[in-house]
């Protein structure tokens, strides 16, 4: 026992004659730092491990190749993706990103988001009530095309999002303003307004795993919880947001 008390205080002093006199910090931040401006970005997320795995993955930038700015993004399989925004632009890639075509639109109206229930064909929603259909052609030409439905809401509202089940679920929702909320049980060929009083918020966007959970949010802290794809209940958002603007959910 005294001889590692021993070798115990001979550890202690090699260990304060090693450490002594030093000092950790941590250098005064830049000052004159701050954000830059620039072109805007298309972030591409590559997975390192199979896809199953959600974690230790890594991200590249990828150069927009416009001078728009964009809103939403959307990518079926194996490496097609839709990219929509201002003034009705609409750009497409086969080839992961590498290189981007221009779609002709049939809209100039602003558009904020885009599904796709099967892989060849995809819906695009956006300001004043704007809906687009997507087709992929079999030579794998990406056409844009008005489309032609009864819209439930005579205000014809901006619509902010849009998320159809993937095949072989035929269901799908759309949010916009003033609460604005609309179900399609057909892929998106026909829609019902599906709330029977709006909400004074405009809500941005929706995401659902089933019929018992269904999320949207919006303006003002307003974040709503479908049980039973009929019934929608508020939820309290976090305590230090109350009035937050709430953008996307997933």
Known sequence: MKSFVNILFVLSIIFIFIFSGCELFTNTPDQNGGDTFGDDLIISEIFTIPPHQYYAYSWIEVYNPSRKSFYWFEQSFPSIAVIVGEEGTILYTEDNGYTWQVVSSPTTETLRATSFSLTDTGL????????????????????????????????MKNLNDIYLLTAPGRAGYMVGDSGGIFRTTNRGNTWDLYTNQRLPYNLHSINYQNFDRIWTVGDSGVIMRSHSAKIWTPKAPPEEFPTANFYACT
Do not use: C, E, Q
């Open 124 to 155: 695009a929603v956006g300001d004043n009530g704007t809906i687009i259909r997507l087709t992929r052609l079999a030579d794998g030409k990406l056409i844009a095309s008005d489309y032609s439905y009864t819209n439930p809401d005579p205000a």
